[in-house]
């Protein structure tokens, strides 16, 4: 069982920056797989970056390609997402989740999920 607690949510201006945490514990992290996905309100939940257990390969959704960077410290069990000239449509939501087996997306339906933390951007 893994247990993920995500932070650093909050409000912002359009244009600002957020870092959002994923700490982990419960298994060795470094195992693990991570994603972040966001469902914003009425919206279905949605990708939004991913990267493999040693760092090595990291994936982006094209919405925020070149804004947003995903990292990890397996030191510190923690799972980063550093959002860069936020944009209105990208409140929502924001979900960290672990796989051991499979780097997380929408299909491969991640086995651990945190219990999400609110990004707000206003215009």
């Known amino acids: 069982q893994v247990q993920l607690v995500e932070s650093g949510g909050g409000s912002v201006q359009a244009g600002g920056s957020l870092r959002l945490s994923c700490v982990a514990s419960g298994r060795t992290f470094s195992n693990y797989h991570i994603g972040w996905f966001r469902q914003p309100p009425g919206k279905e939940r949605e990708f939004v970056a991913s990267?493999?257990?040693?760092?090595?390969?990291?994936n982006y959704a094209d919405s925020v390609k070149g804004r947003f960077t995903i990292s990890r410290d397996n030191a510190k069990n923690t799972g980063y997402l550093q959002m860069n000239s936020l944009k209105p449509e990208d409140s929502a939501v924001y979900y960290c989740?672990?796989?051991?087996?499979?780097?997380?997306?929408?299909?491969?339906?991640?086995?651990?999920w945190g219990q999400g933390t609110q990004v707000t951007v206003s215009s």
């Open positions: 990267i493999t257990w040693r760092g090595l390969t990291t």
């Open positions: 989740a672990a796989d051991r087996n499979f780097v997380p997306t929408i299909k491969t339906k991640p086995a651990y």
